[in-house]
């Protein structure tokens, strides 16, 4: 009985791969991602910048448009009246704010490369954690983003999430644009 040499090749190859996925510059690789996606768990940012979706037990968040950002096709009304008392809302899709900053959508964190941060490099990701400013410079990141928390994360931690950002299916979502408090003139962003 001769072996079968086409299982054989497949199973070299297989071999082959394998160790390749285990060589260490993989594994490093792989290691930042597992860690940045522990930092972006722990630092709840699925919560705000994945938008919700109705499911069977009612409101759940959208997977599939995971880290996707305030729906590009979702025109919200004006927002609620608010007084010193209670001074901020939210959208029921959780990806919308307004409080006395303006009104700010949760931002396509996903590598899309013109609505996302696919063509922000790692130094501009971190740079624009630490100092709280849009890639851009010309606005500072609004509430209720927690920049100030996470500027405070190490350069490795910060590339681990860029890490993991960059590892996600890239979502075209145009997100809205910031909308500074009535009356307010700012420069374009």
Known sequence: MC?????????????????MLASPSFAGDSGQVKR?????SIGGCTDCHTPFKMGPNGPEKDMARGLSGHPEEL????PPQLAAAWNWAGAATMTAFVGPWGTTY???????????????????FIQNLRSGKHVSGARPIMPPM???ALAKLSDQDLRAVFAYLKAQPA???K???????????????
């Not at 940045?36 to 972006?40: F, K, N, S, T």
């Not at 997100?175 to 962003?189: I, R």
């Open 146 to 148: 927690p920049w100030p």
């Open 36 to 40: 940045g996606a522990a930092l972006v």
């Open 106 to 124: 949760s931002a396509n964190l996903t590598p899309d490369k013109e609505t996302g941060i696919g063509a922000w490099t790692e130094k501009q």
């Open 175 to 189: 997100v809205p644009d910031y909308q500074p408090p009535a009356g307010t003139l700012t420069k374009a962003d």
């Open 3 to 19: 072996p079968d040499t086409r299982n054989s090749a497949t199973l070299a190859i297989l071999a082959i791969a394998c160790g």
């Open 75 to 78: 025109l919200l009304p004006p």
């Open 171 to 173: 979502i075209r979502n």
